[in-house]
Nanobody, 118 residues
């Protein structure tokens, strides 16, 4: 079992920055035992969409809409996955969710709200 807790969301003005954290706990030794770790977001009235992923081999992937502005990273010592978000736009407003995949099973966090004002 894996438990995920996101934090770091909040209200920020356009152009500002936030760093989201996803703390993982449970029966695993390393966050890099997860085949994929990722951040997704869901805006009101829209489907959940992929924002960024990082594999156990540290290969990253980003949605076109966030490339060059967001950075995903992992810290195994803290068992935490981060999403650094810079140059935020009102369109980035959403609930952000952390997801990891381990042994073919998906685990989701509860989400953290990010609101970007214009």
């Amino acid at each position: 079992q894996v438990q995920l807790v996101e934090s770091g969301g909040g209200l920020v003005q356009a152009g500002g920055s936030l760093r989201l954290s996803c703390a993982a706990s449970g029966s695993f030794f390393s966050i890099f035992s997860f085949s994929v770790m990722g951040w997704y977001r869901q805006a009101p009235g829209k489907q959940r969409e992929l924002v960024a992923t990082i594999t156990s081999g540290s290969t990253t992937n980003y949605a076109d809409s966030v490339k060059g502005r967001f950075t995903i990273s992992g810290d195994n010592a803290k068992k935490t996955v981060y999403l650094q978000m810079n140059s935020l736009k009102p369109d980035d407003t959403a609930v952000y969710y952390c997801k990891v995949v381990r042994q073919g099973q998906n685990y989701w966090g509860q989400g953290t709200q990010v609101t970007v004002s214009s």
